[in-house]
């Protein structure tokens, strides 16, 4: 069964470094998302993107996030200074369709000191 | 925004027992999620049930749309069925998902 994939699985950055996360989603999916979710807490959402561009965009996605569809496969999402509070796990997902089924990769934690 | 209820927070059972969890949202929704997280984080597709009824081995879930609720139940609990179990939804015109702060459930042997 395919599956949405994601790497690093884990990172460790110093605060202030750019960071750039790595998603594989499903081949035949056309909606991508980011979330994230910090210890212990609910997961929020981050980001959709569709057709090549945002389609929607949480308060927390700031101008410190981007993301790209670099080619064919990939979905990144970049944080261009990384602060103590981006420390979290950094879930990608992918859907068919909008009001279809989101799976979720697993995850990349992201630890900044 | 659309908020996500969920219901209990927390919930310790023998293993062979039977649970119910509870989702409430305040606003209609055009996609209902129910996922498991493990111990290792990932987040486990169990239903995409914005309405009607599902069930997959011990798991069902059964979504009342019109009055705004989720219900998901395990039988028979393993203690492989402990973590915690999001329900997460998406109002019409949004993409994405607006999780609750999910149930936390251990399932003691």
């Known amino acids: 069964e395919p599956e949405v994939t994601q790497t690093p699985s884990h990172q460790v950055t110093q605060m202030g470094q750019e960071v750039i996360l790595r998603c594989v989603p499903i081949?035949?999916?056309?909606?991508f998302y980011w979330y994230r979710q910090i210890l212990g807490q609910k997961v929020e959402f981050l980001v959709s993107?569709?057709?090549?561009?945002?389609?929607?965009k949480s308060e927390i996605f700031d101008d410190q996030f981007s993301v790209e569809r670099p080619d064919g496969s990939n979905f990144t999402l970049k944080i261009r200074s990384t602060k103590l509070e981006d420390s979290a796990m950094y879930f990608c997902?992918?859907?068919?369709?909008?009001?279809?089924?989101?799976?979720f990769g697993p995850g990349t934690r992201l630890l900044v000191l | 925004g659309i908020q996500v209820e969920q219901s209990p927070p927390d919930l310790i059972l023998q293993e062979g027992a039977n649970s119910t969890l509870r989702c409430n949202f305040s606003?209609?929704?055009?996609?209902l999620q129910w996922f498991h997280q493990n111990p290792w984080g990932q987040l486990i597709n169990l239903f995409y049930?914005?309405?009607g009824t599902k069930q997959n081995g011990r798991l069902s879930a059964t979504t009342v749309a019109t009055e705004r609720y989720s219900l998901l139940y395990i039988s028979s609990s393993q203690t492989t069925d402990s973590g915690v179990y999001f329900c997460?939804?998406?109002?019409?015109?949004?993409?994405?998902?607006?999780f609750g702060k999910g149930t936390h459930l251990i399932i003691q042997p």
């Open positions: 993107f569709y057709n090549n561009e945002i389609s929607e």
């Open positions: 081949s035949n999916h056309l909606y």
């Open positions: 606003d209609s929704v055009n996609n």
């Open positions: 997902a992918s859907s068919r369709d909008i009001e279809e089924t989101q799976y």
């Open positions: 997460a939804v998406c109002a019409p015109g949004a993409d994405g998902l607006t």
């Open positions: 049930i914005p309405s």
